[in-house]
């Protein structure tokens, strides 16, 4: 069957039931070119175009083991306002941080329309989740809505080049193959699992795609749970309770045993729409978790054991689908951060997720990258000079990669640094401190400062931003610039002169005279 949702046009058709007792059996799909562009399809097969059409033809191998599912379309717009209820039930003051929906280059695109009220700060931490900061006064109840716009795609994924484990960089493989309290990674039971039903000689995504085929077909999902209070099971849990599973357990099985295997791997949790509870669960104002595994030459990519264990046979390995929306990424943490729609103090029975299709194409993402440079204009020879540059993000949308270069001229040595300040979402700010001299006391001269940055959007244009001043040397001993170390260097230097001329009794000899001069009653 075609359906619709959004932007995108979904054709599904389920695994062949009793394939081996079908003789032969051969589907052919007609897909109106009004659909259009081919997003993904899953088994991948050639396609050839009839005027108005494209036709897809698949036979009985091609599918016994997987259903079809083929997508059309660019990318997916959804409209979401989340809510978060905050509570402070100190009696004094203090910060907490919640997590907004974070970018995923190629992915997902987050364009806020509103805040309120606004963060004191918006982060990035090591997960790449947008980490917002909030001040509550003691006892302070307050209301986080957040509104925005999802732009979800789909990259196109050629497993075929995935390196081997032992490929996998290894920073990645000491921060996402750790255990945590929900990833028993080092536990007996776990490792003999794993090294059972994989095989490291093979290529990361085959390892990997084993480790997906075992969890989605030795865990049951279990729809009563859900409408009962959950308790997260865990991994090792989760194999007794095999046939008690939700999409956490799925997700928390599946990530276990990958990190057990080698390979990075991280849960995901956030809102995925669907249109079939039943093979598709996902319930409203609820949320749905999934993966993300590290494959080397490929990257991040997410799957969806879940889904690909209730729909009877669909792939959610080799792709996913343009109806996920990430809320928070769990990788350095298998607990923290939490996702919007877990922030219930004081909120009673209210929805806190709403999202719905989007076909407002007007609302378009803008960048506003601010930047303040504080140099002083006027410097002391051989003495430190510190200034700073500091960026914020008055857009809609966040900025990447941003990076560039201090360079001074007129200074001995030369003045060049370089300098990142990565991500910065909205409402987000980032500082860096620049320390410099010039060597010679007695220099008097000019210099010239100019600051290079540049960034990428999501889109991947590179924009530029660039800063120049001009500022004098003088010696400190003809014109000091009057901070806090001169004076205090001008100081040191005069007592020094004080105690020399001391030595020498100069001082005395000099108050010996005033007192001489003066008449004699004032003495």
């Not at 209070?229 to 799925?250: H, I, P, Y």
């Not at 040595?413 to 320390?435: A, D, Q, V």
Request: aromatic share 10%; glycine share 8%; with cysteine.
């Amino acid at each position: 069957t075609a359906s619709r949702h959004g932007r995108i046009w979904e054709v599904v058709i389920p695994k062949l039931a009793n394939a081996d007792e079908i003789g032969a059996y051969n589907l052919k799909i007609n897909v109106p070119l009004s659909f259009g562009p081919e997003l993904y399809l899953s088994p991948k097969t050639a396609a050839s175009e009839e005027s108005d059409r494209r036709v897809y033809l698949y036979n009985k191998e091609s599918f016994r083991k997987t259903g079809i599912i083929l997508a059309f379309g660019t990318a997916q717009n959804f409209d979401f306002k989340l809510i978060y209820h905050l509570n402070n039930p100190n009696i004094f003051s203090s910060k907490t941080k919640i997590a907004f929906p974070p970018d995923i280059l190629g992915v997902q695109q987050i364009i806020y329309r509103q805040i309120k009220p606004s963060p004191t700060q918006v982060e990035v931490d090591t997960d790449g989740n947008y980490l917002a900061t909030y001040l509550l006064a003691g006892s302070q109840t307050t209301e986080v809505i957040l509104e925005g716009k999802a732009i979800i795609y789909h990259p196109t994924r050629d497993l075929s080049k995935s390196g081997l484990i032992k490929d996998i960089p290894p920073n990645l493989v000491k921060l996402y193959t750790k255990p945590g309290k929900y990833w028993e990674v080092g536990d007996p039971e776990i490792k003999a699992l794993t090294a059972k039903i994989s095989n490291p000689e093979q290529t990361a995504a085959k390892v990997a795609e084993e480790i997906f085929n075992y969890v989605t077909a030795n865990l049951t999902y279990s729809p009563s749970r859900i409408s009962t209070e959950l308790s997260r099971f865990g991994a090792k849990d989760s194999l007794k309770n095999s046939d008690q599973a939700v999409c956490m357990e799925f997700t928390d099985l599946l990530v276990t045993l990958l990190r057990a295997a080698g390979i990075p791997a991280r849960g995901l949790e956030g809102y995925a729409y669907t249109d079939n509870p039943n093979s598709r669960p996902a319930p409203e104002d609820a949320l749905h978790t999934w993966a993300e595994i590290y494959l080397p030459n490929i990257g991040w990519i997410s799957v969806d054991p879940t889904w690909a264990a209730t729909t009877n046979g669909l792939d959610y390995f080799s792709k996913l689908d343009t109806n996920h929306i990430v809320f928070a990424v769990k990788g350095i943490d298998s607990e923290y951060p939490f996702p919007a729609g877990t922030y219930k103090v004081g909120a009673g029975g209210k929805q806190d997720i709403e999202i719905s299709f989007s076909d407002n194409s007007e609302f378009t993402p803008k960048e506003n990258l601010v930047f303040n440079v504080s140099f002083p204009v006027k410097i002391n020879g051989g003495l430190p000079v510190t200034g700073k540059i500091r960026l914020i993000n008055e857009g809609s949308a966040a900025v990447f990669g941003v990076n560039g270069e201090v360079e001074i001229k007129g200074l001995n040595p030369p003045y060049r640094k370089k300098i990142n300040f990565g991500t910065i979402p909205p409402l987000g700010s980032k500082e860096m401190e620049i320390s410099f001299h010039e060597e010679s006391f007695l220099k008097i001269g000019e210099a010239a400062l100019t600051v290079r940055l540049n960034y990428l959007t999501f889109s991947g244009a590179v924009k530029n931003l660039n800063h120049d001043q001009a500022f004098r040397i003088v010696t400190v001993f003809v014109e000091p610039d009057l901070n806090p170390l001169t004076i205090a260097l001008g100081l040191g230097l005069l007592s020094i002169l004080f105690f020399l001329l001391s030595l020498l009794g100069i001082p005395q000899k000099l108050l010996d005279r005033l007192l001489d001069r003066l008449p004699a009653r004032g003495r």
